[in-house]
Structures are given as structure tokens and as C-alpha cells.
């Protein structure tokens, strides 16, 4: 023990003890203890991470905040299976590999084959698990990376069929035709809240634009759009009834105008500025000839801007005006143009007022690469973003263009491909959310989440406006939809298992992906001589995490029994990102199969960004590298410097290195000065020829006042960690240690030195050195065991060394009982064997 270095090096140290967990099976043997002790089973899920790219802070943050979560439990008493699992499904994998072989619409999948994209697919999902586990395994966070699962197993695929085949048997499931956020980089339709994940400021080009009335086209409507490349499918314009709007001669063009009254600063914007606008040069800009409320023009025909639909099947119901609530005069003309294809708001009233029929085509001149189709010929094969400044060209060659300008507003992008989403109607495959939406609530209000106010605020509102979700992708990389139709959808049958598709087709299948189980047909019973086939969509991979809990056990088919006595989980934790991503399928996905909370308890972490508050950015390359981090300082203090910040209760943290630096240097170098003190002056008691014994009974009998103070605040500190880990506030945690670490070395050792050196001066006695010994390895020993979760490499080193003076050391080094039951300081080989 005198080879205690001054100044230890806690990375390096920290490096050896990782090396002697693995030799040893450490992580293993606590798990194998807890089994053999019939452990209460706590349920805990990890939700899975992509692996197709490296782990950062973010993950490292969730990964501490789990790991301390866990480890509490196991030393409480309580059996953790600690599962790793993998996302491997969807449009991260996706749109790595239409990159790598420059795919760019889905024609060309194929063309090359399903099976022969899938198979690039699977090549690289699992392409950095040995980075994620080498990084994950230095951290100090233990998790089982050998029984693993992935969501690309057949058994995990399986359990997903079998959730949808309950939804379906439930009527929460159908086949709707929906406008929907849409990545054209992708080819593939978004669920709101994956397109809520990445706004950003741009700007776009608007316009004014005139559609004469029919019936005297000397007079216009004018409408202001932000998306100009919408135009030509326009089918209807709609006012609001209770508006009030005017018709004006516009002096400078002699044309005459319909628009709310209120927004005549849109064409004339000199009337937003209140220095500049005196009300006495409005007679200068427009004469008001007529005005009415926005009722008197419903049903007015006008003639569109381009002929390309007048033609088109359905059409003597289109161009005509209707009304909404959902316009306002908050912007624009008071006059919004519908393209109901393009437009959620559009395709509602078009199809409430009877100009398209629910179900039936409609303009949708835009492919799933958003490139315009051969039906607007003048910008055919264009992407709609770079259209429009053709477009708007074309209106101003056709005296329709009032103005043209541009607005800097925040756009919703991509969250995979970083590029601007578009509004398209899609047919897609819907979860009746709103039907259940009142139990999705309900069961909200059931849960425990640091901090609450997320809870109650954010993920609340979300839930309460929650809409259906569309859970198919026109994609290939994914679990299939498990739904065999004819191709009128007359005779629709869902498979919920292997054994049921065995049993419908005769076919017996290994793996479920596309290339396995599209070309497999079902006989049709309604119609002999007939087969069924499966639909072309995929799931959205929001929906395979969602069902992550039934699926890594692949229930109901294996574990009934265990997984229904473990539901809901006792805990999870993930970022402020996933109250619209995983914590929401989860909520989703148990109400409508259990009418259950997925989970009790939950810890949201907020954003780690980078020191100057931008997002951490690789090509920015502006935060440090974590395993660089690591190796300077110690995952120890790593760990401390993230869960004592305002990112465990959800708010941001700017990462700072000098805070990691600042763990160092205030809790564990005066932690380990007060160890290093204590070891030497054993070592100095020792070689007068005593024996040093831990002795409880000596630490209670003393009657030194520093004695009995440092006592009492140690176990004062084991009762405060005891009650906030069970309300799951971790980060009052580091504050309590730092006032504790304090309080041991610069009051109780700078106080008893001389003392505990047995250079107490007059009155003081061997006896009196001998009892503040112990008192200082009791407090040491207590407070290394109870913050073991948290700093598992520190509080292993110093206890590797203190467990030596235990009597029942020997057992584990003459019998090998270092990893058996009952577990006791000194005998066990780990101090995360031990129980708190």
C-alpha cells in the first residue's frame, strides 16, 4: 500500500480496473449473485441506438444517468437484466447507403433488387458495435453487449407483427389517404413529430398572384404564397365567413382587387410602417369600390393561373371560392389558395366542400423525389424548391404577378437527409391515436418523471393534441407491414406470426425481411383461384422502437410470463428529443395494447451542446472528443461533471472541459489525499509493531466530538443519497458529496492530523490514535460503498485497498469465496458485489 502515488493518475488507474473487471467477469458475478439471491426483479429498458455511427456526449450522458439508475438498484437489492440493443432499421441505414451508391430515386432500388439493397443494408448496421461497447465498457457503465438484441431479428420482427395484428384485430388500424410532412431526399413520408425534430431559418421566395373572377375578370382575387410551386395545383381559394373584405381600384395598375380589408398593407406595404404611413395617402394608392363579408363570395368561380387540370377528372368542381375558420388575417390577403395535395388544411376543406371526394385522385403532379411529373410540362423533372423562381416567371409572363419578394422564416427539414421537407398527400397506414388519445392521458398522469414539469407540460400538450399515426414507409429497409390484400383491399387478412403465415401460405420462413416475404402469396377464401399479396410498405422504425419492450423478449411467443411480471418497466431514461419520439410509440403502443404506461419512472435529459451553445457539430468539429476526454481526466469525472449539471433536469448544458477538470480538483484529489492519509498513517501505527482491525464497536464507543460530527454526517449523506435516488434526482447528488469531501478533509483530517499521525501531544494516547483510525476507515469505507453507482472506478480502487484490513479478506484469498453469497466487505472481490 506505501506505493500509493501522490498525485494518482485516474484515467490510467481507471484503465487497470476495467481490465480487472473483465478478467474477473465482475459485471457477470454481480448478476449471477443477484439471481442466486432470488433478487426482486426490477424492469429496466434501454432504448436502442443506431450503431451506424459513434457514440457522442449525448449518449454518453443517457448511457451515465442509466448506468447510476441500475447500479443503485442491483446494490439495493434488485435484479437488473441490463439488455444493449441495436436500431437497425429505417432511414438513418437508408440514406447512408443511397449515398454510398448514389441512389437517388427509388426505381433505381429496383432495379438492382430488393434483396441485393437490403443486403448493403445489413452490411453496415452493426458497422460500429465494437466502438460503442469499447467506448460504453470504458465509461464504466455495465450493460450486456453478448445477449443483445437487434431489431432486425426475426424473432424481434416477429413480436412487431404481433403487435400490429392486435392493433388491427382492435380497428385501431387503417388505410388513409393523408397529407403529411414528406422528405423528397428520402422518397418518404414523415410523422409529425419526426418532422418537428429539425427547423431551421431560411429564405424562400413569395408572391402575389391574381385569379379573375369568371364572372367579370376585370376584377381578381389575390392571394400571398409562400410556396410558389404549388400553383399549378391549385383547385380552390378560401376566405373566412365573418371577414371583412373589400374590392379596390389599385391606382398605379387600374386593376381591381378582393382581399381582406385588414391586409391591404400586404400589397401596399408602406402601411406596416407607423412613421412613415399617414392615412391620408391611402387615396393616393387604391379607391374601396365594394365591401362585404367573406360569406357573400363562397361559390364565386374564378379562372385559374395555369390550365393544367381544368380538364381533369373532377375538375366542374374546382376553382371556386370556399370558407374556413382556418384563415385568419394575420398575414397574407385574408384569401389562402388550396392545393389539397400539398396542404393538411387544403385537403380538409376541399374535401368538406365536395371539390375532391375522400379516397379519389387528386392533382398530385410531384413523384416521391419531389420532381415535378410530365403533367406541368414547363418544369418537368424539377425538384419543386428549385422551380419556383420558373414558376413565378411564367405567372409574371401571363400578367398575373402583383408582387414578388422574399421571407426568412423557420422551415421544417429532414431530420436524416438535412434537406427541406415538403406537405404531400401520401396513402399511408394509420394507428387511431385520437380514438385512444383521453387513455394516452390518462396514462401519462400514472407516471414519475424528473423533471416533472416535462411531464406535465411539454409531453402533456403533445399527448392531448396527439393526431393518428402513420406508421408505413415507402421504404425497403425495414420490418414489412404484415398485411396480405387483393389489389381492390376487397379481402384484407393480417398476419400476426410465423406460424400464421405458415399456416395461410404453406410457406415456412426463417427471416422477414422484403426480399423473404414479398414474393409469398395467401389463396384467397372469398374467391377461389385468387391470392392475396403482401402490400408494399414498410414500418416506420419509431414503431419497432415503440415495441421494443414486447419485442427483445419476443413476446408473446417466449418470456409470457416474465415480461407480464415486469410491465411496466421500473425505469427508463432518454433525451428532451424523445417526448415526441420513443417516450410518446411507447405510451402509445402499451395503452392500445394494455391500456397501460409503458414505464414508472422516467429521467429526461436535455441537450449537451458544444461550449459556445451551438449544437455539437462533427464538421464543426467544436466539442472535444469524448474518449479524449476520458483518457485526460477519467470516466469518473466525466460521469460527476454530467450528472451534476442542469442536463439531468432537462435543461441544456454548454460543455465545458475545465468542468471536468473541476471534479478532479475538487472531489476526487481531496477524496484521495484523505485515503492516501489514512493508508500511510496505518502503515505508520502498523510498523510499531500494532495491528490494525476494523472495529464498529470502537467507531460507536467513541467520545471524540470530531469523531462523533464526522459520523453522523457521513451517515447523514447515506440517508440523503438513499432519499433522492429514490425520487430519482441524481443531481443533488454531486453537490451533497462535494460539501461532504469538504467537510472530511479540511475539518475532520486537518483537525485530528497530529492526532491520527499518534503525535497527539499531552493527554493523547495510542489508544486515542487507534480509535480515530477507525473511525476514519469506517467513514471511508461507508461513503466508497455508497457512491460506488456513481463513481464505479474510484470507489473500486479504494476499496481493493481497504477491503485487505477486513478479517474476512482471507476468505477470498485462501477459499475463493470472493464471489459468493452473502456478500460482506473484505471478502467479496468487488465493491459493486456489495449491497448498500
Known sequence: MSNLPPNLNFAKAEEEICKRWTAESTFKTQDKLSLERGDEEYTFYDGPPFATGLPHFGHILAGTIKDVVTRYAVMSGKHVERRAGWDCHGLPVEYEID???????RDQVLEMGIDKYNATCRSIVTRYTKEWESTITRLGRWIDFENDYKTLDPS?????????????????VY??????????????PLSNFEA??????????????????????SVSFVIWTTTPWTLPSNISLCVHDSLEYVKILDKKSGNSYILAKSRLCQIYPIMNSKKKWKPKMAADLYDIQETMLGKALVGKKYKPIFDFFVDAPGSKEYFRVLSDNYVTDDAGTGIVHQAPAFGEDDYRVCIAHGVIV????????????????????????????????????LIKDNNRLVQKDNIDHSYPFCWRSDTPLIYKAVPSWFIKVEEIRDKIVANNHKTYWVPNNVKEGRFHNWLVDARDWAVSRNRFWGTPIPIWATEDMSEVVCIGSVDQLYELSGVRVTDLHRETVDQITIPSKKNPGQVLKRIDEVFDCWFESGSMPYA???????????FE???????????????????????????ALFDKPAFKNLIVNGLVLAGDGKKMSKRLKNYPDPNLVIDKYGADALRMYLINSPVVRAESLKFQESGVLGVVKEVFLPWYNAFRFFVQNIERWESKGNKFVPSLEKVKATTNSTDVWISAATQGLIKFVHEEMTAYRLYTVMPALVTYVTQLTNWYVRLNRDRLKGMGGEGSSDADTETGLHVLYDVLLDVTIIMAPFTPFITEYFYQHLRKMQPSYKDSVENGEGCSNPVMPGKSDSVHILML
Open 99 to 105: 449515398q454510398k451508391l448514389n441512389i437517388t430515386h
Open 156 to 172: 424481434f420482427m416477429e413480436s412487431v407483427w404481433w403487435v400490429f395484428q392486435q392493433l388491427f384485430d382492435k380497428n385501431l
Open 175 to 188: 388505410q388513409g389517404y393523408k397529407v403529411m410532412p414528406f422528405s423528397t431526399a428520402c422518397g418518404t
Open 196 to 217: 418537428g425534430l429539425n427547423y431551421k431559418d431560411v429564405r424562400d421566395p413569395t408572391c402575389v398572384v391574381q385569379f379573375p373572377l369568371l364572372e367579370d375578370e
Open 358 to 393: 375522400k379516397g379519389d385522385e387528386l392533382p398530385c403532379p410531384v413523384d416521391s423525389n419531389g420532381l415535378f411529373t410530365e403533367e406541368i410540362h414547363p418544369v418537368k423533372g424539377l425538384h419543386v424548391k428549385k422551380a419556383d423562381d420558373i414558376l413565378i416567371q
Open 552 to 562: 427483445q423478449k419476443h413476446y408473446p411467443f417466449e418470456n409470457k410470463e416474465k
Open 565 to 591: 411480471k415486469g410491465f411496466p418497466a421500473d425505469f427508463i431514461a432518454e433525451g428532451l428529443d424523445q417526448t415526441r419520439g420513443w417516450f410518446y410509440t411507447l405510451m402509445v403502443l402499451s395503452t
